[in-house]
């Protein structure tokens, strides 16, 4: 199979949790352990850190891989989803997989593929994980996909355990309560492996502290050691910070103009400080221009991302209702004369719990992603408006996108998202 054959074996053949939802979700790591074995566990041949939250774990991924390619290690880097290339999700300093990589992958795997038909996202950590050991990193970051516990990628013993934070999402798999979901990432936390938690939350603090101490493994909340005093934009990709610590006052820069970042940097300098104690070296010089130059080390891209101007248009992937909350917190922070919003959801999210956050004097262009997944955007439509959200739906994220162009003025202000996949196809 040449790579675009390669491609549609994979999209086609294996369950796509992304794609079709719960009908792909394996709840235990049998296939997993099984292609491990098969490939003789290739993930215990370098270092990791293994990274899970509802919200920010994209991003603190992607910052603690820069922070990791400025000080000179050699850097893998395994996220989900991807999107515009399969090959998004592996990375090693910033390069995406190479076609052939995948291609020798599966060509030389399918037996075992076809045998114990793995889900989409099984065979891809599986691939990952040999790409790493092939290329030899001398660690990796990995972002889990859903959950913690049940995860495919929980099978690594890494350096630090981090967990971001914790919302109401995925509760058709991971628990309807922050304390059963918590117990669903605290699965990541390994016996005497240091535990970072992003943020500290009065009902979930019981239920880490309790994984932690069961585990003999230390705990730290980022937000208790880096306090965000200040945050401002000095332009449309470069933000500033300003951080209380223990050791004092720090500015720290970024190219990721997203506010929610002022969360999630607190994060990465807790982790990168259990990466020191634990024997990296890692200088301040590398934490401050790894964190500077995340979009350029790692490819990331969605989040707060301007991508045309006259009208301004931001695209995000927050896909939740504490990740949009934050994003319409944002835009009212934006000067703009009208906002245009371009707004797909998934039909397993909670839209009842979502449409409340965002802006009623908005005008709204209801649309979906090419998936089985995305709601419908007549049903979306017409749940908005017992919400207070008005406008039109269009079937396709290009004619809502279109149509939003036409009816803006230059002052106006055009915002795409409510799904990775229509941020996706946006970006595309």
């Given at each position: 199979m040449n790579y675009r054959e390669t491609l549609d074996f994979l999209f086609s053949s294996l369950p796509m949790f992304q794609r079709i939802g719960q009908a792909a979700y394996k709840a235990d790591l049998n296939n997993t352990f099984i292609l491990d074995e098969h490939l003789d566990h290739p993930h215990k041949y370098f270092k990791t850190i293994h990274v899970a939250g509802t919200n920010g774990k994209g991003s603190v991924s992607h910052m603690l891989a820069a922070v990791l390619q400025k000080a000179g290690y050699r850097t893998g880097l395994y996220t989900s989803p991807h999107l515009k290339d399969f090959r998004e999700r592996i990375k090693i300093n910033g390069r995406m997989i190479p076609e052939n990589e995948v291609v020798r992958f599966v060509n030389e795997n399918k037996n075992i593929i076809d045998q114990v038909q793995p889900s989409f996202f099984e065979m891809t950590v599986a691939l990952?994980?040999?790409?790493?050991?092939?290329?030899?990193?001398?660690?990796?970051?990995?972002?889990?996909?859903?959950?913690?516990?049940?995860?495919?990628?929980?099978?690594?013993?890494?350096l630090v355990s981090v967990i971001t934070n914790i919302g109401l999402d995925h509760t058709q798999f991971l628990g309807n309560t922050l304390e059963k979901i918590a117990a669903e990432k605290a699965g990541i936390i390994k016996p005497h492996i240091p535990v970072i938690v992003g943020e500290y939350q009065v009902e979930t603090y019981p239920v880490f502290n309790e994984y932690a101490e069961g585990n003999n493994s230390s705990l730290v909340y980022a937000d208790q050691k880096y306090k965000t005093i200040s945050n401002y934009l000095v332009s449309e990709n470069e933000h500033v910070l300003t951080i209380q610590s223990e050791r004092g006052i720090i500015h720290v820069a970024t190219d990721l103009p997203g506010n929610y970042q002022t969360r999630n940097i607190p994060t990465v300098l807790q982790t990168i400080d259990s990466l020191r104690e634990g024997g990296l070296k890692i200088s301040e010089r590398s934490v401050l221009e790894?964190?500077?130059?995340?979009?350029?080390?790692?490819?990331?891209?969605?989040?707060?991302?301007?991508?045309?101007?006259?009208?301004?248009?931001?695209?995000?992937?927050?896909?939740?209702?504490?990740?949009?909350?934050?994003?319409?917190?944002?835009?009212?922070?934006?000067?703009?004369?009208?906002l245009h919003v371009i707004l797909g959801i998934v039909k397993d999210k909670d839209i009842h719990s979502i449409l409340p956050v965002l802006l009623p004097e908005a005008e709204y262009y209801f649309t979906q992603a090419a998936i089985p997944r995305a709601m419908d955007h007549k049903e979306l439509k017409d749940a908005a408006a017992m919400a207070g959200l008005y406008g039109f739906s269009y079937p396709s994220v290009t004619e809502a996108i279109n149509a939003a162009k036409r009816n803006a003025d230059k002052e106006d202000m055009i915002f795409i998202g409510g799904s990775t996949f229509v941020v996706a196809e946006a970006l595309t």
């Open positions: 990952a994980f040999s790409y790493f050991f092939r290329e030899k990193v001398d660690i990796a970051v990995i972002e889990t996909g859903l959950g913690g516990r049940l995860d495919s990628t929980n099978i690594i013993n890494p790894g964190i500077s130059e995340v979009r350029r080390l790692t490819g990331l891209r969605g989040r707060w991302e301007v991508i045309g101007k006259d009208p301004l248009l931001v695209c995000d992937t927050a896909h939740n209702r504490e990740g949009l909350s934050m994003v319409f917190r944002q835009i009212k922070q934006t000067p703009y004369k009208k």
